[in-house]
């Protein structure tokens, strides 16, 4: 089952803008990663942060982690055209499935990047 | 060297044939997964393989038939599909099951099925 929310399901913008995408999760967390999918192809590894981190940075991308909230944001600032992805979160549950590798992904924001 | 290789890219089958899709890593990952992907969702956990030992079934229906023949490959076999079983399979590998980023997964480019 998909525990994570992910809003908006769909953001369109234009090259040099920021894009920000939202997950929201229902468990206790070891970590959050996040992966970008282009279209019909894999998942790419982006980012993880740690449930006691607040913020992560990596080039152009900015994670933030809320546990109290559970909920995470990406931000992908200047963005360019080939940033146009789906963007998933994905969770490892703390209890239960904590330690079975199983990551639990989020809906999915797909965001288009207009040159 | 961190691919995830995955072949056929491409798979059209019918109802009654058998087919398997292959997925290979020269990561040394211990750990390898299928997911199926259908269009605009997530990725859904089929498989989970730790040490060449089956882990995880997500209540997968028998006709999909994983095997781990040794520790870089992983295969999945497909018999008597349904068209509803059409979608995109994604395999992964990570270095382990559990610990900060042991289990940030690599994926391969997937195989595109369609079953008719």
């Known amino acids: 089952s998909q525990q994570g929310e992910e809003d908006p399901q769909a953001l369109s913008i234009q090259e040099g803008e920021n894009a920000t995408m939202n997950c929201s999760y229902k468990?206790?967390?070891?970590?959050l990663q996040w992966y970008r999918q282009n279209s019909g192809r894999g998942l790419v590894h982006l980012i993880l942060?740690?449930?006691?981190?607040r913020e992560k940075h990596s080039g152009r991308l900015r994670v933030t982690l809320d546990t109290s909230k559970k909920s995470s944001s990406l931000l992908i600032t200047a963005s360019r055209a080939a940033d146009t992805a789906s963007y998933f979160c994905?969770?490892?549950?703390?209890?239960?499935?904590?330690?079975?590798?199983?990551?639990?992904f989020g809906q999915g924001t797909t965001l288009q990047v207009k040159p | 060297d961190t691919e995830v290789t995955q072949t056929p890219k491409h798979l059209v089958m019918g109802m009654t044939n058998k087919k398997s899709l292959k997925c290979e890593q020269h990561?040394?990952?211990?750990?390898m997964y299928w997911y199926k992907q259908k269009a605009k969702k997530p990725p859904e956990l089929m498989f989970v393989?730790?040490?060449?030992?089956?882990?995880i079934n997500e209540s997968v229906p028998s006709r999909f038939s994983p095997e781990c023949p040794n520790s870089s490959l992983l295969n999945l076999h497909l018999h008597a599909l349904q068209p509803e079983d059409s979608a995109l399979y994604l395999c992964?590998?990570?270095?382990?099951?559990?610990?900060?980023?042991?289990?940030?997964?690599?994926f391969g480019a997937g195989t595109r099925l369609s079953v008719l």
């Open positions: 992964a590998s990570s270095q382990g099951l559990a610990g900060i980023a042991k289990n940030i997964q690599y």
């Open positions: 393989y730790s040490y060449e030992k089956l882990s």
């Open positions: 942060i740690r449930s006691n981190e």
């Open positions: 990561m040394g990952h211990r750990a």
């Open positions: 468990t206790s967390i070891n970590n």
């Open positions: 994905a969770t490892d549950s703390l209890y239960g499935s904590g330690n079975t590798g199983k990551l639990i």
